[in-house]
């Protein structure tokens, strides 16, 4: 067989069968065409009827497709897509992971969640490790991914992005959506560093074709027909020398249901958000625990910025919460006032 043929058939075939055995004078170019095609292939594959099978390149490549086409229609993440209420016409809030970056617990990743529109489309706010892997888990389409919002470069914020980029990537080229649907992503980053080694792992440059990088500062980040976003700097990172700073929280408008979200990022103190609490008008604050005690900052937050904040979230959380959550919570609320939430991964909260 010509080594073109030979890449071919390795290429179509090879991916679901290992070659185990190959029929005498196959290699050479004037073999016979019923020796050329003849093989004994292992399929790879588990749950088929025979441990190997001796076939022609074309009913290899038949079978091939038959098995592809039956791994598509049992893929549980295709599958429960069908059923998926992503795009029900709610929006919505999905926690991905609710741990400090100090504090590996299980069930719960590093920091990330998402903002989901009516429509389905997905903004990521944070990608700590894991976020990819945790939304397969929760049947969302992330080819639906617009935007994404990092807070700070520390690892347990961004870490994640590599693998949410290639998993985007794949999925483009698994439901062959390269060609029917356009890549249109926006990474908005307090460094272009973070922007620059995220993209160069997965796509080998730095400005991939539909990929855009905002760099972050105070003030609008970003607005479209939806939602309205603000950024404020906080002391959580020091700036860099040249006086840039590497830490943002963001506050999130939303007028089609008269709702405002503040997503604190990892912030000093409650302070460091004292322009959106003057504003007020909070419906939730999403506030890290994992340098604060939850019960503290109800206490600071009510005597300081009475009125400000309708309901208080917790997320990022810190060794006392993942511990003991029950006993936390119970004093958390008597000093709110009412239920304060708990985030937890794979969380779901309907805004409207």
Not at 36 to 58: R, Y
Not at 82 to 96: A, E, F, P, V
Not at 288 to 316: S, W
Request: charged share 25%.
């Amino acid at each position: 067989m010509k080594n073109s043929s030979r890449r071919k058939f390795i290429k179509n075939v090879g991916a679901l069968f290992t070659i185990s055995v190959c029929s005498a004078g196959c290699s050479a170019d004037n073999a016979p065409k019923k020796h050329v095609q003849k093989f004994i292939l292992k399929p790879n594959f588990h749950g088929t009827k025979a441990d190997a099978l001796a076939m022609s390149i074309e009913q290899a490549t038949a079978l091939r497709d038959e098995i592809w086409k039956q791994y598509l229609n049992e893929n549980r993440a295709i599958e429960s897509r069908k059923i998926s209420q992503q795009g029900d016409g709610k929006w919505k809030i999905r926690m991905l992971g609710t741990a400090a970056g100090t504090e590996p617990w299980h069930d719960h990743n590093h920091t990330s969640w998402i903002l989901e529109k009516p429509t389905g489309e997905l903004i990521w706010f944070d990608a700590g490790e894991y976020c990819s892997w945790t939304a397969g888990l929760m049947d969302l389409d992330i080819t639906k991914s617009t935007n994404i919002f990092i807070s700070h470069p520390h690892g347990d914020h961004c870490c994640g992005l590599p693998a949410l980029f290639s998993a985007i990537k794949k999925y483009y080229w698994v439901y062959k959506l390269k060609n029917k649907k356009q890549f249109k992503l926006t990474l908005h980053t307090p460094t272009k560093l973070l922007a620059d080694s995220a993209t160069k792992m997965i796509w080998r440059e730095s400005n991939p074709t539909g990929l855009t990088t905002n760099l972050v500062k105070q003030g609008e980040v970003f607005r479209d027909d939806d939602i309205i976003v603000d950024a404020i700097e906080n002391r959580h990172m020091k700036p860099t020398k040249a006086g840039k700073c590497q830490s943002f929280s963001y506050r999130i408008k939303i007028p089609s249901i008269n709702k405002t979200i503040v997503f604190s990022g990892d912030i000093k103190n409650e302070d460091d958000l004292a322009p959106f609490f003057k504003d007020g008008n909070i419906d939730i604050l999403m506030i890290e625990t994992g340098h604060h005690k939850a019960e503290l900052l109800c206490q600071r937050i009510k005597q300081k910025y009475p009125n400000a904040v309708d309901d208080i979230m917790f997320v990022h959380h810190g060794i006392e919460i993942l511990t003991n959550p029950e006993f936390e919570k119970v004093r958390a609320d008597a000093v709110w006032g009412k239920p304060v939430i708990f985030s937890f991964d794979k969380q779901i909260i309907n805004l409207g």
